[in-house]
Structures are given as C-alpha cells and as structure tokens.
C-alpha cells in the first residue's frame, strides 16, 4: 500500500500549550479521509505540520516519503484553508486570474502562463462549473461561488493531495451539498487523496471513506464500519452518537 504521509510519536506545541500528543498514523494514497474532534481537538495543527507550517516538538514525519524539517512540497499538495474569504473584495482580480495563481508555484523565474496553462484553467472552470463568470470579479460572487473558484485554483495544478479545513461553514444547506456531492465526483474522477477537515461529524460519514477523530490524541483511526462496530468507540461516545457519525444504520 502506498502512503502519502507517515507520522510517528509526534508531539506539536504552542510554547507550554500541547496541540498534539505523541500521535502515529499512516495516510494511504487515493484515500477520502474526515478529519473530525472537538473546538480545540487540533485539527488545523495537524494539517499545518502536514503542510510544514508549524515545527514538530517530538517524533517523526514523512510526506511523499520524504522527511520533513522546514520542507515543503507545495506542487503536490491543495490546500484550501478555513479563512479563504479572508481578501480585500475590492482587489480587482477576476475569477479566471485567481485560478491561474494555483499553478504559479510551478513556475520559475520570470512566471508567465502558456498556452497549456490556459487550456488547465479552462478544465478546472469547467470542472467546478464556473467558466459562465470566469471573467467577472471575485468580489461580486455569492460564498458558494467564490467557494468553487478557490477549490479550482487547488486543483488546477493537479495536487496528489487536496487538504480543505471546514470548507461548508459558511455555506447553507443546498449550497453545501452540490460542493460535497461536487468533491465526492472529483474524487472518483481523480482519485486523489483528500483531507476533510469538519466539526460536523453528523455529516462527514456520507462522504468519506475513513475517519480520523482527533482531541490531542488519535481517539479513533480506520475506517467507518469499523468505527461503527468499535465497543470502545460506543463507551466514548455513546451508542447514538456513534450512529450518527458512521450513517451505518441508514444502509
């Protein structure tokens, strides 16, 4: 089995403030993976050690099998994080040119696209059905449109990983399930491993394959029929929670 990232005994601190303890996991390539624990559980920690933005205090890890110590592989990796509204709406940039900045990582100096960059964006528009408004601004699009526009920029160079931390917060309900039922179809299509960040575990069972439920410690890890069928996963949450996070008793 190929893994995407390998950690061992790993240990991240905010000076006296312990965000992860001594937690070990193994992310296997192709895999949809929910990311769930409570307010303060670590969640975001755990992906900006992934992505080499916060320094391990303890233990071990590899991404893509490489060790990581300040590294980091930005080309093969998609993040889009839990502030992604957080610009100017002002800033004239159409939707068309934020996109093509996914793939500036890729360039190097003097950056300029190509005709087969063009030809990436018009997939990615096309993909997340945004090509109508690729030539409008960014800052005229509802939540739910300027949500697609900065997932194509994730995918529009291609990542081996697509990270995204509660992406559905500020979106309503409809709106929330075309984009999950849109990444479920990106998934399949491209079999690329994807990290779900979420506080709403009611939910994130009818999407990922593999449940990863943090609260400092890995409390649960594998799969969600076996976290359904878990004893001590029914102790520690009470046996309709544990339904209601592992959708077992919809099928």
């Known amino acids: 089995m190929q893994f995407i990232a390998k950690g061992k005994n790993i240990t991240v601190k905010y000076g006296p403030t312990v965000a992860l303890k001594d937690i070990s996991f193994e992310l ?6 929910g990311l769930a624990g409570p307010n303060g559980a670590g969640k975001t920690s755990f992906v900006k050690m992934l992505l080499g933005l916060i320094p391990i205090q303890k233990g071990e890890l590899t991404l893509f099998g490489k060790e990581i110590k300040d590294f980091r592989q930005w080309n093969r990796i998609g993040y889009l994080p839990q502030n992604y509204t957080s610009y100017n709406r002002l800033f004239p940039a159409t939707v068309e040119e934020i996109v093509g900045l996914g793939l500036l990582s890729q360039k190097s100096w003097p950056k ?16 997340l ?28 160079s291609e990542p081996e990983l697509l990270i995204l931390d509660e992406p559905s917060t500020a979106l309503d309900p409809s709106v929330r399930e075309t984009f999950f039922t ?15 960040i979420t506080h709403d575990t009611a939910q994130i069972g009818h999407y990922a394959r593999t449940l990863l439920y943090l609260d400092k410690e890995i409390i ?19 046996d309709a929670s544990q339904h209601l996070i592992c959708h077992q008793h919809d099928q």
């Open 220 to 238: 649960f890890f594998g799969p969600f029929n076996e976290f359904c069928k878990s004893k001590s996963m029914q102790t520690y949450f009470g």
């Open 129 to 156: 059905m945004i090509t109508d408004f690729k030539k409008r601004y960014i800052g005229d699009l509802s939540g739910g449109e300027q949500q697609r526009v900065f997932l194509a920029r994730c995918l529009v």
């Open 112 to 127: 300029h696209f190509e005709k087969k960059d063009k030809q990436r964006i018009n997939d990615a528009l096309e993909k």
């Open 182 to 196: 849109m990444l479920h179809q990106i998934y399949e299509e491209k079999k690329i491993t994807i990290i779900l």
């Open 28 to 33: 296997s390539a192709q895999d949809y993976i």
